[in-house]
């Protein structure tokens, strides 16, 4: 099965070029300012993609989908939407969550410790790909800076791996760190289609699983 993973496009999805497959997956930061209108776009993009599924989750700066779900959620009528929910496709169980750790303030965001632990602890044992916003700590989650490079990933997601046995976990949200990396028989993912100057220039990562 062909996965094609792209993540924080900001409403520049009209801008990437997507390679065919058998699923599209969006990990969050799809909008620019999380406006309804940017959503219903978004959606309008999902329908012209020729993939037979599509995956989408929220992330930090998806604020409609925090704010308004009862108004946002109807408008993705052309991809399965997660938030801390699962779906199954021909035999892959995909779990997917927006939360990242508290930066500044911005959308889906929780505490380190307890408040983003509980919600990774709902990810079940069976889970064949991890779809998050974030990456877990040491994992393709360096902001790089002209003096140094930071590790900025989720401590208590890379903790709550080792419970699972997932095939692939895909993320985004730190785009210095787009690219692959294999660990412990896992790939992991970093999809972040918008470079550190967010423009849309990180091609989509395309895997065969």
């Not at 009209?14 to 699923?23: L, S, W």
């Not at 709902?122 to 991890?130: A, G, K, N, R, S």
């Not at 916003?133 to 590790?151: E, F, K, W, Y």
């Amino acid at each position: 099965m062909r996965l094609v993973c792209i993540s924080d496009t900001h409403s520049m999805h009209r801008q990437v070029q997507v390679p065919d497959g058998d699923i599209l997956i969006h990990s969050g930061d799809c909008l620019g300012v999380g406006t309804l209108e940017e959503l219903e776009d978004l959606d309008n993009w999902f329908s012209e993609q020729p993939h037979r599924h599509k995956i989408l989750i929220a992330g930090n700066h998806d604020w409609c989908l925090q704010d308004e779900p009862a108004e946002a959620e109807p408008l993705i009528r052309n991809a399965i939407y997660l938030r801390d929910s699962g779906t199954e496709i021909e035999g892959l169980k995909f779990w997917g969550s927006p939360w990242t750790p508290v930066f500044f303030d911005w959308a889906f965001n929780l505490s380190r410790g307890p408040a983003i632990a509980e919600r990774w602890a709902q990810i079940p044992d069976d889970t064949d790909v991890l779809i998050t916003h974030g990456p877990p700590a040491g994992i393709l989650d360096q902001v790089i800076t002209d003096t140094h490079s930071q590790s900025v990933g989720c401590d208590d997601l890379t903790r709550e791996l080792e419970r699972l046995r997932l095939k692939m976990h895909v993320f985004g949200h730190i785009h210095e760190s787009h690219g692959q990396q294999n660990r412990d028989n896992c790939l992991f993912v970093n999809a972040s289609t918008c470079n550190e100057s967010f423009r849309p220039l990180n091609p989509p990562v395309v895997v065969d699983l």
